[in-house]
């Protein structure tokens, strides 16, 4: 069974920096891709960042130059740094990997305050 733990969400003023991680443990394998979506309420899941093998990263619009996405092979983690966080970006953030299927892990809440 395989499990995605999550931490480094919160509250913080706009501006202000946060570090979410995500540890996949369990029977897993030959990971893919990592990395996170988003959702805010009432609005569509949307993915903020991810991490191919070969370290290829894709981001959103919206969050280039500001959020870096980073992995550690070694311990199946996912980092993700967001910086100048704006009101907007405040959501559930979801982590996700995949190798030949797709695990998701439970959501941290971020919340930006302006």
């Known amino acids: 069974q395989v499990r995605l733990v999550e931490s480094g969400g919160g509250l913080v003023q706009a501006g202000g920096s946060l570090r979410l991680s995500c540890a996949a443990s369990?029977?897993?394998?030959?990971?893919?891709?990592m990395g996170w979506y988003r959702q805010a309420p009432g609005k569509q899941r949307e993915l903020v960042a991810r991490?191919?093998?070969?370290?290829?990263?894709n981001y959103a619009d919206s969050v280039k130059g500001r959020f870096t996405i980073s992995r550690d092979n070694a311990k199946n983690t996912v980092y993700l740094q967001m910086n100048s966080l704006k009101p907007e970006d405040t959501a559930r953030y979801y982590c996700?990997?995949?190798?030949?299927?797709?695990?998701w892990g439970q959501g941290t809440q971020v919340t930006v305050s302006s």
């Open positions: 991490i191919i093998s070969g370290d290829r990263t």
């Open positions: 369990g029977s897993i394998f030959s990971i893919n891709t």
């Open positions: 996700f990997v995949t190798n030949s299927e797709w695990y």
